[in-house]
């Protein structure tokens, strides 16, 4: 699905979120929205997913004016975004039942989304039996059950250890080469961005606007950065973040890279 914003701005009473806001968002383009806190990020993204308006301007998804949630563009939080009354095999499940279909389908096929995420065997857990990683696996089956057209992911492994959101970041980036959704992906994590985007937009602290964009479509996706690391020290610069504060940027030096 191809996402269009067109002129957005965004105000809540008073307050000015969105300066200004035109981009297109490609089908099948993975776009990483990085800023300073509370610049508006979520409100873009909530915009995309239908659950906020524009004060001016549009949002179009594959040139229809977006006016409300619909399944194909699916939004998935951070953490706790299962209910923990429900088994992971029913949260998964569920995505399906609300489109209607028949239980026992979604819930045959809820158990091979869990397979998909590596959680075989858990199937009949509850979300306070697994670990937050574990969680957050079930919760991209949830989201990628309905096979969406666009995925719109609000700082979906924000809270995880590095460790453990590095394999999910993997298990996402594989999700996504099989099913070819457009993603929008909200991250206060610059390794997280470089490592998953195919063009990083970096914004002003609010009212939001675009300060610099990087496109990093033709690079290989690895955890080693380091061929990032010029891209990197720019986007931690541009938030204020001097790269002599910063271990990674010091590591590379010291290698000579
Ligand atoms: N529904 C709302 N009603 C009133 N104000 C809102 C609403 N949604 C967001 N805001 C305000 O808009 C501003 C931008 O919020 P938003 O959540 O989009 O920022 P963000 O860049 O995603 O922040 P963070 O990175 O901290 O999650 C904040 O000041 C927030 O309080």
Redesign the pocket.
């Known amino acids: 699905m191809k996402l269009s914003f067109n002129n957005v701005a965004k105000h ?1 009473g008073d ?1 000015h ?1 969105i300066e200004e806001f035109t981009r297109e968002i490609a089908s099948g383009e993975l776009v990483a929205l990085v ?1 300073p ?7 873009l993204l909530h915009m995309a997913a239908g659950l ?1 308006k524009p004060s001016s301007g549009s949002v179009a998804g594959d040139g229809q004016t977006i006016r409300g949630p619909h399944p194909e563009r699916t939004l998935m939080f951070q953490e706790n975004a299962l209910y923990p009354w429900l088994t992971l095999q029913q949260n998964v499940a569920l995505a399906l039942e609300f489109q209607s279909v028949d239980k026992k389908k979604a819930a045959e096929q809820a158990r091979v989304w869990l397979e998909n995420v590596k959680l075989k065997g858990f199937e009949h857990y509850y979300p306070h039996q697994v670990s937050g990683g574990m969680r957050q696996r079930a919760a991209l089956a949830r989201a990628f059950i309905s096979q969406p057209k666009a995925l719109l992911l609000d ?1 979906p492994f924000g809270a995880l250890d590095a460790l453990t959101r590095m394999t999910l970041q993997d298990a996402l980036r594989d999700l996504i080469r099989q099913q070819g959704p457009t993603v929008v992906l ?1 991250t ?1 994590d610059v390794d997280e961005a470089l490592f998953l985007a195919d063009r990083i937009f970096v914004f002003s602290p ?1 009212p939001a606007k675009v300060l610099k964009e990087f496109n990093l479509v033709h690079h290989e996706k690895t955890h080693d950065l380091s061929e990032f690391a010029a891209i990197r020290r720019d986007i931690l610069c541009l938030l204020g973040i001097h790269a002599e504060q910063d271990e990674f940027a010091k590591n590379i030096e010291g290698v000579g890279v």
């Open positions: 809540f307050l979120v800023g806190s509370g610049c508006g990020k979520s409100t906020e700082e909200v206060h609010r």
